[in-house]
């Protein structure tokens, strides 16, 4: 079974940049979300297992819906050239930060970090 990486990203061309980038390498992807609202939904009606996050999309700061993700456990890799690490990490001390433009190589390197001790053990820690 595919991980399930919620996508939310409002500049089309990255969006889809980055879906085929995440698709290509095996994983389910969950967008792209271009606002908070849908991507809301998206996370309310199945629970990802990583989310990409832009930090401002069309309808607002994402870091509402980052603070629901991180109650839930479910890792967070913010992908934005708006904030410094030490903006994001001052909220979300275990999310990880990739400014754009973020180079495919290196955002598959921050997802398998993310995922990795779910993907190497072949478990999900939710399911305990």
Same mark, same amino acid.
Request: aromatic share 6%; with cysteine.
């Given at each position: %079974?595919?991980?399930?990486?919620?996508?939310? &990203?409002? &500049?089309?061309?990255?969006?889809?940049?980055?879906? /085929?980038?995440?698709?290509?390498?095996?994983? &389910?992807?969950?967008?792209p979300h271009s606002g908070i609202s849908s991507? %809301?939904?998206?996370f309310q009606k199945e629970k990802p297992d990583?989310?990409?996050?832009?930090i401002r999309l069309d309808d607002g700061m994402?870091?509402?819906?980052?603070?629901?993700?991180?109650?839930?456990?479910?890792?967070?890799?913010?992908?934005?050239?708006?904030?410094?690490?030490?903006?994001?990490?001052?909220?979300?001390?275990?999310?990880?930060?990739?400014?754009?433009?973020?180079?495919?190589?290196? %955002?598959? &390197?921050?997802?398998?970090?993310?995922?990795?001790?779910?993907?190497?053990?072949?478990? /999900?820690?939710?399911?305990?």
């Open positions: %079974m595919s991980r399930r990486i919620l996508v939310a &990203e409002d &500049e089309m061309v990255v969006a889809f940049d980055l879906c /085929d980038t995440v698709e290509e390498a095996g994983f &389910e992807v969950v967008g991507a %809301m939904l998206a990583l989310a990409i996050l832009d994402v870091f509402p819906l980052a603070r629901k993700l991180a109650a839930e456990h479910v890792p967070i890799i913010f992908h934005s050239g708006q904030y410094s690490n030490e903006e994001v990490h001052a909220q979300f001390p275990t999310a990880t930060t990739l400014e754009k433009p973020c180079p495919p190589a290196d %955002m598959l &390197e921050a997802v398998s970090s993310a995922l990795g001790p779910q993907i190497e053990a072949g478990t /999900d820690p939710s399911a305990s």
